[in-house]
């Protein structure tokens, strides 16, 4: 398991990826943005991309995980876990991140990996707010 910064060459893999879980590629733009401006990482499993995770720096100037996607046929491997780490070490002292209330599978990851929650947004998604989550790190 290598985690990297996205390249270009990467872009197919990665919407193709974005849109078995969402059902569409409406985010290719973003996507493609991020390649580009170097806030996209990912994860390769034997010459296979299995997820990846795009940041920015946007959030009151801290860094935020805006989205973390995982191969459907790739997950319970760690990848969510292995890119969220290696954000961690790029040298900022907090880390945000997102996500709604429906998705437990997701806050678990946060809890195993020493998020806590930071609030709440309503709003964002009809009867589903946004729970967001920060780590200190140390």
Known sequence: MEIR????NDYESI????SQVI????RENKIHNSIKEN???VC???????????????FFGHLFIDLIIVSPRMRRL?????????IEKIGEKKVFSSTNQSNSLMQNVFYTLGYIESGTIENLDEGDPEIVFVKVIH
Not at 5 to 8: D, H, M, Q, W
Not at 23 to 26: E, L, N, T
């Open 23 to 26: 059902g569409s590629r409406k």
């Open 44 to 58: 390769e499993i034997n010459k296979s991309i299995g997820g990846f995770l795009i940041f920015h720096k946007f």
């Open 78 to 86: 760690g990848i969510a876990r292995n890119l969220m780490e290696y």
């Open 15 to 18: 919407v193709f990826i974005d």
């Open 5 to 8: 910064k996205a390249l270009v």
């Open 39 to 41: 806030r996209c990482i």
